[in-house]
């Protein structure tokens, strides 16, 4: 189970083939059903998560009682409060299985401790830090910049996939739409 990880690794930094045994004592294998929680909102964050297979979403409980969803991760992507996750803080998102999800997570003290034994792996968290940073960047940029309508077909055209794996409903609340107004884009723009 720790091979992907692994070759992901291996598309952003080198490690010593001896110190590359080492990364996945420091990781624990979990899957998740549809819907369930790998963290919740109010609780400490213990781990962050690298997804093996499936989808997930963070999201935050809003005032009106709705969830807001703020990003979702897929293969090959991390995701946590990465907030919370170095001091083992109390979490203002939860991260929630949107399908039958496997991950590998690591503790905040595995990661030290992980570090310390193979530290090619700082530049490895490092790029991820930057592109993850990036994607948020540009997130924000579209939101602030484009109309429902673009971001919408923005969205389609960088993430065609999510489009089939992620319930419509989801997609709006990351979007910034009612379920309805995507309802009528997806008719607009697919009939």
Known sequence: MIQPLLNHIENYCSIQPDRSGLIGSFFEQRTYRRKEH?????QRCFEKFFVIKGCVQLCYLKQNGTDQTIDFAIENWWISDFMAFPNAGIA?????????TEVLSI???????????VPEMEAYFH???QRSYAASQ?????????SKEELYLNFLRQFPAFTQRVPQY????????TPEYLSELRKKFLS
């Open 38 to 42: 790998l963290l919740v909102e109010g």
């Open 92 to 100: 203002k998102f939860s991260i929630r299985a949107v399908e039958q």
């Open 127 to 129: 790029v991820m830090f």
């Open 170 to 177: 989801l997609l709006a609340s990351f979007l910034g739409f």
């Open 107 to 117: 503790t905040a003290d595995s990661q030290r401790q992980l570090l310390e034994q």
């Open 138 to 146: 540009m997130r924000l940029r579209y939101l602030y910049e484009l």
